[in-house]
């Protein structure tokens, strides 16, 4: 597609529920993001993927939080047993390559409220 | 640890006034930095970005942001504000050194008035 695809935009999970949230990258893209947005603040980031290889999950907050690209394309993150304070925007995005100064395209994000 | 700083939460301007929102970085963050944009209920779109070449880098909307090493700054000015200007505005530096991620400012939420 021409952009970073999300979804779904918008979910609304009991505490206790498992989501899953899609991400389909700008084609051809290798690199793909995951960040985290809560209300009021900057992204943060959550894992890397560089084709099929996840290379960075330093940002994951727990191991309830989980996150895959079987295949080098689409990615999907799964958050176990939500808790309230998972509710945030779940931002993706990829870039064309790895490393510095290359350009990060945003999706439009998934927001999850947890209740 | 490497860091992003975004001086003033909230900017108000008068349409047509300029608009000047701060950015300073941490010494050791390398000179990748990036500006993004952000409306309501949208994802960020990049406005502009630095990359070692010039240092005054111009962007769309109007938007520039000079690169000053000196000051470890990179701040996003644009000589004339316009209400569609109006959006949330998040300074950004992407990190090397094995590392592949952007960290992010707080953000600075642009209010312009008539």
């Known amino acids: 597609g021409a952009g970073v695809s999300q979804s779904p935009r918008y979910k609304v999970a009991k505490r206790g529920q498992d989501v899953a949230l899609r991400c389909d990258p700008i084609?051809?893209?290798?690199?793909l993001f995951w960040y985290q947005q809560a209300l009021g603040q900057g992204p943060e980031f959550l894992t890397y993927f560089q084709n099929e290889a996840q290379l960075d999950k330093s940002g994951l907050p727990s191991d309830r939080f989980f996150a895959e690209r079987p295949e080098g394309s689409v990615s999907t993150l799964k958050i176990q047993r939500t808790q309230q304070e998972d509710s945030a925007v779940y931002l993706c995005a990829s870039s064309s390559a790895g490393g510095p100064g290359n350009t990060i395209y945003f999706g439009e994000g998934s927001w999850l409220t947890v209740v | 640890a490497q860091s992003v700083t975004q001086l003033g939460s909230h900017v108000s301007v008068s349409e047509g006034a300029l608009v000047l929102l701060r950015c300073n970085y941490s010494?050791?963050?390398?000179?990748?930095l990036f500006w993004y944009v952000q409306y309501p209920n949208q994802g960020l779109q990049l406005l502009l970005k630095?990359?070692?070449?010039?240092?005054l880098v111009k962007g769309i909307n109007g938007f520039e942001a000079e690169f000053k090493k000196s000051e470890t700054s990179f701040h996003l000015t644009k000589p004339s504000a316009h209400m569609s200007d109006a959006a949330e505005y998040f300074c950004a530096a992407h990190l090397s050194g094995g590392y592949n991620k952007l960290i992010f400012g707080a953000g600075t939420r642009l209010a312009v008035h008539p």
């Open positions: 010494s050791s963050v390398p000179p990748y």
């Open positions: 084609s051809g893209h290798v690199s």
């Open positions: 630095y990359t070692s070449a010039a240092t």
